[in-house]
């Protein structure tokens, strides 16, 4: 496609993001009105997924390499801690089958091979109109000395310059790719012969298959900063660095859980394969093959999982093994990549 929706709604979903994971949401100082464009947003989805489609897989994508084999099996999913909100509920069992799990996000040399075999374009590095207008290419970076809107919109920020076109990817092969959207992600899995989690099977293998846990080291936050790459401090400008990276941290920087998997909590968000629902777990006979596949229109978010460096206690707790979060599918944030799993 030449190009791509993105609208001041997609800012404001992004923003929606960040208040949905504030503890308190009426100290915020974003107001928030919702708009709607005038646009056919069914086709989009359907033209991405069919380019997507298009995407021939490597040759080697039956290896397992880097991936650690789960056996599955039964949990309980769902809110565990007072800080767990209403879309953590109801708490309800989940029984999970066999997969194939990435070791670590995928990284910026990774996504790099993807790139150069099949001259894939990302959402961010897309140019765009709205009302026939054509706006550059670009990405949303996190901005904390903005007051009113803490994300802006970067032109020519991407995969290779997750800031804005001053800043580059050099010597951080083994870091997480960032500012990929989910079609971006759905594309790469395609390629790799694999494909994104469902919201169970995440929330399964980041709690280690314990479902007593709220993190996946336990129940302990004092270990945090051991354990998750988070924000320390007074959000959003103050980061103490307890944890040694004020931003994102290479791949295995901190313990693996008890599955051997390394930053599934903290560091940055990841994509899943569901479509969000805010009562999803009221809702769980609608799903089918394990997650919620339908599609409405662009306002229609998709899951992401794990927390990022920009959570904290005092604002965002995505790092517990229950939180849910969501953004919009076109959507390129800094703090936002993705790993895949395989089926057995």
Known sequence: ?????????????????????????????????????????????ENYLREISYIKTREDSSSTKGMVKLDGGNFMMGGNSSQARQDEFPRHK??????????????????????EATGYVTTAERSFEIKGKKYEPGALVFDPYNPEWWWKFEKRANWKHPTGANSDIKGKDSYPVVQVSWYDAMA????????????????????????????????????????????????????TGEDKFEKKAPAKSFPANSYGLYETSGNVWEWCLDTYYPDAYSRLKERKD??????????????????????????????????????????????????????I
């Open 1 to 45: 496609m030449s190009s791509r929706f993105k609208s001041s709604f997609i800012l404001i979903i992004s923003f929606l993001l960040l208040l949905s994971c504030k503890n308190n949401e009426k100290s915020s100082p974003i107001q928030v009105v919702e708009q709607k464009p005038e646009i056919e947003t069914g086709n989009y989805h």
């Open 94 to 115: 989940e029984n999970i089958k066999a997969i194939w799990v990435d070791e670590t996000e995928v990284t910026n040399a990774q996504f790099r091979d993807f790139v």
């Open 188 to 239: 790469y899995a395609k390629w790799a012969g694999k494909r994104l989690p469902t919201e169970a099977e995440y929330e399964y293998f980041n709690s280690g298959g314990n479902d007593t846990l709220i993190y996946h080291w336990g129940n302990d936050f004092e270990k945090a900063p051991e354990m998750v790459n988070f924000f320390q401090g007074n959000f959003p400008k103050q980061n």
């Open 290 to 343: 394990g997650y919620f596949n339908d599609f409405i229109n662009m306002q229609q978010q998709k899951v992401i999982r794990g927390g990022s460096f920009l959570c904290s206690e005092s604002y965002c707790t995505g790092y517990r093994n229950s939180a849910r979060m969501s953004s919009a599918p076109d959507t390129g944030l800094e703090h936002t990549g993705f790993r895949c799993v395989k089926d």
